[in-house]
């Protein structure tokens, strides 16, 4: 099927004023159009994907915004909303007494066809995670899938709407998702909720999840995976090993604990006693890391690949793309082989971590890596890096640097902010994922410490404090006391929360 594109873009002209109307439909490629971005007491500005534009000389004043309010439908709590019966998003922008001060208009598109890339995979009836940077296209195809599985492969199929961009505004939902069901979500944080409802009341054989990104949406998908109904989601992060180094999220991939092995057993593997396993199965079987929007890189085992990742060596990946016929090209890459070195395995040419810092303090950086005993790689060209780390502030202004990184498929970081237990956070959560991949590995030094304080405690010794980590890392020794029967408590606050090891009498 060739793709078919329709985007309704009569409809969102129309709810601007026509002194920015106008000059919007001068352009020749308007319908390339991305978004406009209205802000008070700034000229508005149109975006294209290969430049930017002032559509007037004249300043946004609070008319304009409310001209364009008033034509479209309510703000939901996310500070979202949208055109009844089409696929387009406006976001708020707010002052502090709730005013709205600033608009962006985002074009949405319903692209046909877009899933031939993966349609076999999600036709199999496994659950399939799409990951991928913002505006690659994951919701698209989310939307597509869902029009496909009730269509073509006539199954029942539910999809929870958290934010109306998978169906669009209003009550009725947008022909793209052909016979697929929508249920709305009245708040963001009721999402899992939903997840869970649609499950119960409905009988769906497939459910479609836009942006799982919380505990408990993760505890929800595996719940409904559990009962045997087939997920199709997408998640915060752009590869596999993203979601690894997100604690949240770990559990969509089967969650990541700290366990001990014997003697024999460790000598037999190669590594220490204290290592980084997968905890259970999976919530979703097959994870696609959108690339591109006609480029994919397919993980089609991804307990597999954890488990490959966790022992430091790149797993087996499967590359497709859409070559200039439209068709499907598939290059299926091998497992990196792996050399004994000094009674460890490590994976052939198998780079070093080199972290490129971008709006976020180097120094600061250096100093808490020296603090937590780290050894880190900081590099001055982004060319030499292998991941990418920026604050939440310059990351939206998506930046020619970031840009650049995300062309490349450079991982890329956000930090919440530029703080020290932000920094401290990141760093703790990096060295827990990284394993043998990098240079950060003292991830091994905070188990063993683990280890050595229970079995102290265990002899009769009082109890002990460990050094401060980060939260991920205190989990995993909150697992080691509990695994040698003994009362585990994290004390104090960051940068310096601890876990204290105890026997059950002691408080």
Known sequence: MQKVITDDLDALLDIFPPHIKTPLLKQ?????????????????????????????????????????????????????????????????????????????????????????????????????????????GKTTMLREV?????????????????????????????????????MQVAAPSLQHAVMIEAVENHMPEVIVIDEIGTELEAMAARTIAERGVQLVGTA???????????????????????????????????????????KSPPTFDIVVEIQERDRVAIHPDVGEAVDILLRGIPPATETRWLDENGEVRIEKLKEEKTVAVKGKKKARDNKDLKLFLFGVNKSRVLQIGHEMHLDLDVVGRLRDATMLVTSKNYYRRKPQRVRD????????YVLRGNTPPQIRQFLGTLNAGVGDRGKVR?????????????????????SIDLSPQSAYIRRLQHLIAQRNDLRSQSRGRDPNRRVRIYKEQER
């Open 146 to 182: 869902a029009r496909v599985l009730a269509g073509e492969a006539g199954k029942r199929v539910v999809i929870v709407d958290t934010s109306n961009e998978i169906a669009g505004d209003g009550d009725i939902p947008h022909p793209a998702i052909g016979h697929a069901r929508r």
């Open 28 to 136: 020749s490629d308007i319908s390339e159009l991305l978004e406009v971005v209205l802000d008070l007491g700034r000229e508005p500005e149109a975006r294209f994907p290969r430049r930017e534009m002032v559509l007037d000389k004249k300043e946004i004043d609070e008319s304009d915004l409310d001209y364009v309010v008033t034509r479209i439908g309510k703000f939901g709590e996310d500070n979202r909303a949208g055109i009844e019966r089409t696929l387009h998003r406006i976001s708020a922008i707010r002052n502090r007494r709730g005013d709205v001060v600033g608009l962006t208009c985002r074009v949405g598109r319903a692209v046909f066809g877009t899933i031939n890339i993966i349609e076999d995979l999600v036709k199999t009836g496994k659950s399939v995670l799409l990951l991928g940077r913002p505006g690659v």
């Open 405 to 412: 990184a995300e062309n490349e498929h450079i991982p890329v």
């Open 442 to 462: 003292d991830v091994q030094a905070a188990v063993d410490e683990a280890e050595e304080a229970a079995e102290q405690v265990s002899e009769g010794g009082e």
């Open 236 to 278: 915060h992060g752009n590869t596999l090993e993203n979601l690894m180094m997100n604690p949240t999220l770990t559990d969509l991939i089967g969650g990541i604990q700290s366990v001990t092995l014997g003697d024999e057993e460790a000598r037999r593997r190669g590594t220490q006693k204290s290592i980084l396993e997968r």
